[in-house]
């Protein structure tokens, strides 16, 4: 099954996130409540967990980046499973 990690919002005023570092590594198995990325707000710094086991097959943003609530930053699938970037945008 195809997993699409998304930037969560961690409160109302919540606009973006800065990706301080990512705690797995493309086609590394991941399972789902696995700690996957430390991202940091103006006000809290956290740990995003993996939402479904797989491989991380795509880091679509770096550490360092800032990207939007609600932004695609990476997938996690089987390693035969194709996907569409577009349709999960």
């Known amino acids: 099954m195809i997993t699409a990690v998304y ?3 961690w409160g109302i005023t919540m606009q973006k996130g800065l990706i301080a570092a990512w705690l797995a590594d493309v086609g590394e ?3 789902k409540g696995q700690p996957l990325l430390e991202l940091e707000t ?3 710094a956290n740990v995003v967990e ?3 086991d797989g491989v991380l097959r795509a880091v ?3 550490a360092g980046e800032t990207p939007r609530v609600g932004e695609l930053i990476a997938i996690i699938a089987e390693p ?3 996907f ?3 349709t999960l945008q």
């Open 50 to 52: 993996a939402p479904g």
């Open 60 to 62: 679509l943003v770096q």
């Open 84 to 86: 569409d970037l577009a």
């Open 29 to 31: 198995r991941v399972t």
């Open 42 to 44: 103006e006000k809290i």
């Open 80 to 82: 035969d499973e194709a």
């Open 7 to 9: 930037v969560p919002r």
